[in-house]
């Protein structure tokens, strides 16, 4: 655990069953949601890959994802840590964990992005799976899309989950994938014959990511991911194998204005 002091947010105001004695930001929330991500994401493809010696050094992003802006709009953001072993045994190539909160509304959310350009490692990777590996009972997944900033429209999953008594705990979590620089929510996209070769050569724009924004109310998700979208995607190579931010002059904190 990494506590981080926080103000208690109007979202947990609106289910006080949500938190834990005390109101604080759920750090621990992040943290332990980000684990299960980065295990149950990695886990199995790197015991195979290992064995076939076909996983070599990271491939690394022409602009890191930890380059995301911590304020955006009216969100602030700081990062939640994820112990070294647990990135090891996961085998991404570059993730980014952070908690969100709005200073106008109040509202939190937890943005995870994972990169990877050996895209089988992604395989398995859904919060269907890894959230109910982390103890959370899934209650059911609907399809919806939602417009960002600049009015692209991005398909995605949001998925309901809650813990049982004593603690009653609520979260949604909003997901999709950018596979070569094309949006999705289905993971087939990514699964077939063509996709188990390795990535021999380290191409960065060869890859599978994976965005996942959670908390407890799904305005919040939705809200954030509005906000948020069009800044990821600028750090993530596009259909052409460009990375926007990477084009564009000035400091990279300028470029992804």
């Given at each position: 655990m990494y506590p981080i002091g926080r103000k208690r947010?109007?979202?947990?105001?609106?289910?006080?069953?949500?938190?834990?004695?005390g109101g604080g930001m759920p750090t621990w929330f992040a943290w332990t949601l980000g684990a299960a991500l980065l295990v149950?994401?990695?886990?199995?493809y790197r015991v195979v890959a290992s064995r076939l010696e076909l996983v070599g050094?990271?491939?690394?992003?022409?602009?890191?994802?930890?380059?995301?802006?911590?304020?955006?709009?009216?969100w602030v953001g700081e990062d939640v840590p994820i112990p070294a072993n647990i990135q090891r045994v996961a085998g991404n190539d570059a993730f980014l964990n952070r908690l969100y909160t709005n200073k106008v509304s109040s509202q939190w959310a937890n943005v995870y992005v994972a990169y990877t350009a050996h895209p089988r490692t992604m395989?398995?990777?859904?919060?269907?799976?890894?959230?109910?590996?982390?103890?959370w009972v899934h209650e059911r997944t609907e399809q919806t899309k939602v417009t960002s900033s600049k009015g692209r429209e991005i398909p995605c999953l949001v998925h309901y989950f809650h813990r049982s008594a004593p603690d009653r705990e609520?979260?949604?979590?909003l997901s999709f994938y950018v596979v070569n620089g094309r949006l999705t929510r289905d993971e087939s996209v990514f699964s077939?014959?063509?996709?188990r070769t390795p990535n021999i050569s380290g191409d960065p724009a060869r890859y599978v990511a994976q965005v996942q924004v959670s908390s407890v109310l799904e305005?919040?998700?939705?809200?954030?991911?509005?906000?948020?979208?069009?800044?990821?995607?600028?750090?993530?190579?596009?259909?052409?194998?460009?990375?926007?931010?990477?084009?564009?002059?000035?400091?990279?904190?300028?470029?992804?204005?």
């Open positions: 947010a109007r979202d947990a105001m609106a289910f006080p069953s949500v938190h834990r004695a149950c994401s990695g886990v199995t050094a990271p491939v690394r992003l022409p602009v890191p994802l930890d380059a995301l802006p911590t304020e955006i709009g009216h395989l398995g990777h859904r919060p269907q799976v890894c959230y109910v590996a982390a103890g609520e979260t949604a979590v077939g014959v063509g996709w305005n919040s998700v939705r809200a954030a991911t509005a906000d948020m979208a069009e800044r990821v995607l600028n750090l993530l190579p596009d259909e052409t194998g460009k990375v926007r931010a990477a084009e564009r002059a000035g400091p990279v904190a300028d470029a992804l204005k």
